[in-house]
């Protein structure tokens, strides 16, 4: 596909086309791209992106030849001064990531802290993006929402971690990998207990899945179903409290206990959980001396 666009569009790109210019690409259809976006790239001194062979597939369908600098995770700090040097010698320099929004969950907001640091002209070219298209899809609560981003791979960690959100009052939303999703689940289970959620897979792309349900159903569902594929995106419902019985908040308890104890004493853990569950100290504490004996 050759890129063909009336005169005026162009001329209107050519007045914007300096400094840094951060460029949302499509998250999985290619036909998802602005028209501002097309010709910043296709204008740009230069490009820099996460993976240069996944940038040039979107490039070439849209005829478009470009120089392109890799900057990801790995090599930002020796890039990143080059790019920088670039912008100040008056090159424009457009920034993507392989998908959807720049700076979402990879190094762009260091190049842009430091470009607004030298006086370096910042803009946005919005567009797709991974969280906000599952969001709205999910027909959870958009009013409020918090990104968490790519939660830790073990258990532990990614249980001490979602605990930190479990006092806020709205959708949460996170990014997962295929392999830990049953795993991330599980512990989502544990720390929120039964809530609401979605799980979004392959988002705009041919084989796109939404599944809604509570936590249960879905554990339940990628046990049955465990060989999943594709990009994840995890949404649940914390905007109401969790209404659980004297049992659920025991069991619970002895969840959160497992976690809490590694990291502080008996006494400590109990007035926490007691307080986060409104439970008995007392019986925490006890489930507590009980799980040190075993």
């Given at each position: 596909m050759t890129l063909s666009l009336p005169p005026n569009c162009l001329d209107s790109i050519k007045t914007s086309m300096q400094g840094l210019?951060?460029?949302?690409?499509?998250?999985?259809?290619?036909?998802?791209?602005?028209?501002?976006?097309?010709?910043?790239?296709?204008?740009?001194?230069?490009?820099a992106c996460e993976d240069t062979r996944v940038t040039r597939k979107l490039l070439e369908h849209y005829g478009i030849q470009a120089k392109l600098q890799s900057y990801h995770d790995h090599n930002a700090a020796k890039i990143q001064p080059l790019l920088i040097h670039h912008l100040k010698q008056g090159h424009s320099l457009a920034l993507v990531c392989?998908?959807?929004?720049?700076?979402?969950s990879d190094p762009g907001y260091k190049l842009v802290q430091a470009a607004i640091m030298e006086g370096i002209s910042v803009q946005t070219i919005p567009g797709a993006s991974a969280l906000l298209t599952g969001l709205v899809i999910s027909g959870l609560p958009t009013h409020q929402f918090l990104f968490a981003g790519f939660p830790p791979p073990r258990s532990a960690a990614r249980q001490k971690f979602l605990q930190a959100f479990s006092s806020i009052c709205a959708t949460l939303v996170f990014f997962e990998s295929p392999q830990r999703l049953q795993d991330s689940l599980k512990d989502c289970l544990t720390v929120f207990g039964n809530k609401p959620a979605a799980v979004g897979r392959e988002l705009t792309k041919m084989f796109e899945e939404i599944r809604r349900g509570d936590l249960q159903?879905?554990?339940?569902?990628?046990?049955?179903?465990?060989?999943?594929?594709?990009?994840?995106?995890?949404?649940i419902d914390l905007t109401k409290p969790l209404i659980l019985s004297p049992e659920e908040k025991e069991d619970m308890a002895?969840?959160?206990?497992?976690?809490?104890?590694?990291l502080m004493?008996?006494?400590?853990?109990?007035?926490?959980?007691?307080?986060?569950?409104?439970?008995?100290k007392?019986?925490?504490?006890?489930?507590?001396?009980v799980l040190q004996k075993k």
């Open positions: 210019i951060l460029v949302a690409t499509p998250i999985g259809n290619l036909s998802d791209i602005s028209l501002r976006g097309l010709l910043t790239l296709q204008q740009a001194d230069m490009i392989d998908s959807g929004t720049p700076l979402i159903d879905l554990v339940d569902y990628y046990q049955r179903n465990p060989l999943v594929k594709g990009e994840i995106v995890v949404m002895a969840s959160l206990l497992q976690q809490y104890l590694p004493s008996v006494k400590e853990a109990a007035k926490k959980i007691s307080d986060e569950l409104d439970i008995s007392k019986i925490v504490y006890n489930q507590a001396l």
